[in-house]
């Protein structure tokens, strides 16, 4: 008996049709919750600011560890103080882009920066 070698792709096309349909049908009904997120409404969720977990921006110029990688220099033991990293934060320098981090977590950021050794 010989099987039809183009069945098992029809089955895939098919199960990804099925797949797109639904997906599509769990936007529509998300669409309004996401419209209200984006107008600003929706859950105001305060969280803390965490100077480790937003150094995961950091890594991808300054390598895992913050060593300094690509260009991009060290930031343990800047010799930097809190006020001229928090403008480097704020204004950017150099290849460093400015808005990293949102502007009322700069103080926070620049005082963890400032203790890496």
Sequence with gaps: MKRNPIVPYILIMVMGLVLVFFLGIKGI???????????????????????????????????????????????????LSKEEIADILTNGKGMMPKGLIPAENVDEMAEWVSNLK
């Design 29 to 79: 009904g998300d669409a309004k919750e996401i419209a209200k997120e984006a107008e600003g409404g929706g859950e105001e969720v305060a969280a803390e600011f965490n100077p480790e977990a937003a150094s995961k921006t950091c890594i991808g110029c300054h390598g895992e560890n913050l060593e300094g990688a690509g260009g991009a220099p060290s930031l343990h033991g800047t010799g």
